[in-house]
């Protein structure tokens, strides 16, 4: 059984939306800070947000602040990532990951880590 697991990628045209999903079936939902990662062709691995363990802190980076929002349903155990007004220069796999740090401003951007790790899903924004 895998520990992470995120889906909901796909293509989409610019300024469209796209909701991805993160469930962590190997992990306690309740302990875990959960964290999105993206990486680009041919560029470094960049962590876009993070939400706590329990659900009251999140951060984003700028690029993505107010266009992404993190959410979290409780009764599913799962992590919703809404995506609006994509550009071009969202295009990425996007990666799902959980450790047991505090959801800071300062654990993203690039060269971001954490511990475990979905496999990823393919976010494509192209007409």
């Known amino acids: 059984q895998l520990q992470v697991v995120e889906s909901g990628g796909g293509l989409v045209q610019p300024g469209g939306s796209l909701r991805l999903s993160c469930a962590t079936p190997g992990l306690n939902f309740e302990y875990y800070t959960i964290m999105w990662f993206r990486q680009a062709p041919g560029k470094e691995r960049e962590g876009i947000l993070c939400i706590s363990s329990g659900g009251s802190r999140t951060n984003y980076i700028d690029s993505v602040k107010g266009r992404f929002t993190i959410s979290r349903d409780t009764l599913k155990n799962t992590y919703y990532l809404q995506m609006d007004n994509l550009t071009p220069e969202d295009t990425a796999v996007y990666y799902c990951?959980?450790?047991?740090?505090?959801?800071?401003?300062?654990?993203?951007?690039?060269?971001?880590?954490?511990?475990?790790w979905g496999q990823g899903t393919q976010v494509t924004v192209s007409s």
């Open positions: 990951a959980a450790d047991l740090l505090a959801c800071e401003p300062s654990r993203l951007g690039l060269g971001a880590e954490s511990d475990y």
